[in-house]
């Protein structure tokens, strides 16, 4: 059975980095990987997402040109470099992988992400 932990997570200030990893416990086959967040008291919301075989990434507008997704195919993790982070980035990071393939419209879509991690705290002081 796939296992997702994330690490990384911590208590920053605004305009500091940090960056967070997901690591499989075991190689699997997968068509794409993302990150997700919750911030307090609201509903899970999309991050971040890339293709496992390819270099298509996607990211919500509130991150673009802050936030970067990578991946280490031999490592079997993926990443989420944060950088000038703000108070309302404030959430539980998670991310998730599908086994099966995501339309390049869906990608926002947490239903399509089978396997979940359980999530590292992201805080950002004012």
């Known amino acids: 059975q796939v296992h997702l932990v994330e690490s990384g997570g911590g208590l920053v200030q605004t305009g500091e980095s940090l960056k967070l990893s997901c690591v499989a416990s075991?190689?699997?086959?997968?068509?794409?990987m993302a990150w997700f967040r919750q911030p307090p008291g609201k509903e899970r919301e999309f991050v971040a997402f890339?293709?496992?075989?390819?270099?298509?990434?996607g990211y919500t507008d509130s991150v673009k040109g802050r936030f970067a997704i990578s991946k280490d195919s031999g490592k079997n993790a993926i990443y989420l470099q944060m950088n000038t982070l703000e108070p309302e980035d404030t959430a539980i990071y998670y991310c998730?992988?599908?086994?099966?393939?995501?339309?390049?419209?869906?990608?926002?879509?947490?239903?399509?992400?089978?396997?979940w991690g359980h999530g590292t705290q992201v805080t950002v002081s004012s």
């Open positions: 890339t293709r496992w075989t390819v270099g298509t990434t």
């Open positions: 998730a992988a599908s086994v099966r393939y995501v339309m390049t419209n869906s990608y926002r879509d947490p239903a399509l992400y089978t396997i």
């Open positions: 075991v190689p699997f086959t997968r068509s794409a």
